[in-house]
């Protein structure tokens, strides 16, 4: 069923379609967004079933005017579970893990549906992290061996190898992302050569597996880097982005870097904007407070002595739009489960190539973290989680942080400030978004029936929140059970939030009704430049 709402104050529209659940465990839906392309969305009607059964999955082609254009059933052998998802212009990818070590990939033809299996005997005993896929060339990375491993895979002609200059490394895979636009692999790779040798590698390879450049610098005193958004400007040369924290080990983020490497390899300009130094930074603390505040921080300035803030976050994928590229951070803290039977993520996070990511130990069915057939969100984080610690049984966002950056420079042009109002999950999800033109900015959240979302000036803190509810049922209903699977940037103003729900009539408890829901919300950008 297709919902379409009308224009709320001329700011966005919402358009939502609905897939029917059976009962509650009957939500194994998996989105693949693919920008301009449209997206993709995969029902598993028998998730919690034994393995190597014939399975039926309903398959929708939802295309950016968001209406249907196809839904194909395709019965497929030896199903397994979807831990990552990819496309190009002609083909969607699911990589499913099929078994312990084994893994293959359902291609779908977005003309018409048409889908082949691909299946992947892992030779090399290797646990997937990351999945890349373009012109039916795979890119899987993770670890084998206590090594990180990345193999290149022909899936037409059947061949695949292991990348050089990765499985000889003594650490970890932290992000591993493919540029479209140039044809580039970007791997980051957290070594320690020896107990007191550590570094970062960074390698650029191109769609055949050739590196085509790399960079090694050695870890800092003064500052680590934590997480990494790679893309490519329009000279080729390879832009960072990500948080980095104080100190050679610290957890705890102080801000935002940027850097360029060049085609040679070289670094070029590194910049780190400490957060305290963002004109937004104390913005949402009331004028007595914000003073105090700022006042602490510049007399330890003058001083030249670095504050430590030792904020917990959890950063998005980076946005691309209007020339410019949007990265927001969320402020959170998590609640962990520290007893005899929680599940933890390892020890020593150099050494330990093994160290899931967020989404890999969520579909990991040892860890008994989710059941199957329950519904898992699209828009979990993919970072390395944190070592010694246990998964998060709960994640509050405080306030969200976003950054204006210049597409080719990578210098920061502005920041703003957002409270997400005590916002929680069980799961770490994107929940926030931010879209920016040349003069304004706007924050957006969803929860259960409203809409969160504040315009302001892109330099400028607006304290203002609007909300707005909206019913994708009828009014005689009400929610018995939500579940957020997050909110997402999908292409230009355009963003998506999932999830599900089981609604329930108000006056006839025994009537009620469950779906998993696909939500579209549109910015105007005329509302945001006038």
Not at 169 to 181: P, S, T
Not at 290 to 310: A, G, I, M, N, T
Request: glycine fraction near 6%; include cysteine.
């Amino acid at each position: 069923m297709l919902i379409s709402s009308s224009l709320f104050s001329q700011t966005f529209e919402e358009h939502t379609i609905q897939f029917p659940m059976l009962h509650e465990y009957d939500g194994s839906y998996r989105l693949n967004e693919m920008g301009e392309q449209g997206l993709l969305v995969l029902r598993n009607r028998y998730g919690g079933e034994k393995k190597n059964i014939i399975s039926d999955i309903e398959v929708t082609y939802v295309q950016t005017d968001f209406q249907k254009k196809w839904t194909k059933q395709i019965k497929l052998d030896h199903y397994g579970d979807v831990i990552s998802d990819g496309y190009d212009d002609d083909y969607a990818y699911f990589l499913m893990k099929s078994s312990e070590l084994n893994y293959q990939v359902l291609r779908i033809r977005l003309a018409d549906g048409a889908q082949k299996v691909f299946y992947y005997k892992n030779v090399e005993k290797m646990k997937v992290d990351y999945f890349s896929v373009e012109d039916n060339i795979a890119f899987l990375g993770g670890s084998a061996n206590n090594l990180p491993i990345i193999t290149h895979w022909d899936l037409e002609v059947g061949t695949r190898r292991v990348l050089s200059s990765v499985h000889q490394i003594k650490g970890g895979i932290v992000c591993m992302e493919y540029d479209r636009d140039v044809d580039m692999l970007t791997v980051v790779i957290k070594a320690q050569m020896s107990s007191i040798h550590r570094g970062l590698y960074v390698i650029d390879y191109s769609i055949d597996g050739n590196i085509h450049k790399q960079y090694f610098e050695e870890i800092q005193r003064e500052y680590n880097y934590q997480t990494f958004r790679p893309y490519h400007n329009s000279r080729g040369e390879l832009v960072m982005i990500g948080t980095y924290g104080l100190g050679n080990e610290s957890e705890s983020t102080q801000g935002v870097y940027s850097m360029i490497l060049s085609n040679r390899g070289y670094r070029l300009n590194p910049k780190f904007y400490d957060f305290s130094f963002f004109n937004n930074f104390y913005s949402h603390l009331d004028p007595k407070t914000k003073e105090k505040s700022q006042e602490k921080f510049q007399k330890r300035r003058e001083k030249d002595k670095v504050v430590p803030l030792r904020l917990e976050v959890m950063p998005n994928r980076l946005q691309f739009m209007n020339g410019q590229v949007v990265f927001v951070i969320n402020e959170v803290s998590f609640i962990y489960p520290f007893n005899e039977t929680a599940k933890y993520a390892g020890d020593g996070f150099y050494s330990k190539a093994e160290v899931p990511t967020f989404s890999g130990f969520v579909q990991d069915y040892d860890n008994m973290i989710v059941r199957k057939g329950e519904y898992i969100p699209s828009m979990l984080v993919n970072e390395k989680m944190k070592e010694n610690y246990p998964f998060p049984i709960e994640c509050n966002f405080k306030r969200a942080l976003a950054c204006g950056f210049d597409f080719e420079t990578g210098e920061m042009r502005w920041d703003n400030t957002y409270l997400t109002r005590n916002l929680k999950t069980e799961l770490p999800v994107e929940l926030v978004g931010a879209y920016a033109d040349n003069r304004k900015v706007a924050f957006l959240h969803v929860s259960r029936d409203s809409y969160f979302y504040k315009v302001s000036e892109r330099l400028e803190y607006k304290h203002d929140c609007q909300v707005i509810s909206y019913k994708d049922y009828s009014p005689a209903y009400e929610i018995e059970k939500y579940t957020n699977g997050g909110l997402t940037h999908w292409y230009g103003n355009h963003f998506i939030h999932t999830g599900t729900k089981k609604i329930q009539n108000r006056l006839s408890k025994n009537e009620s009704d469950q779906y998993f829901f696909l939500t579209c919300l549109s910015y105007s950008n005329r509302s945001l430049t006038d």
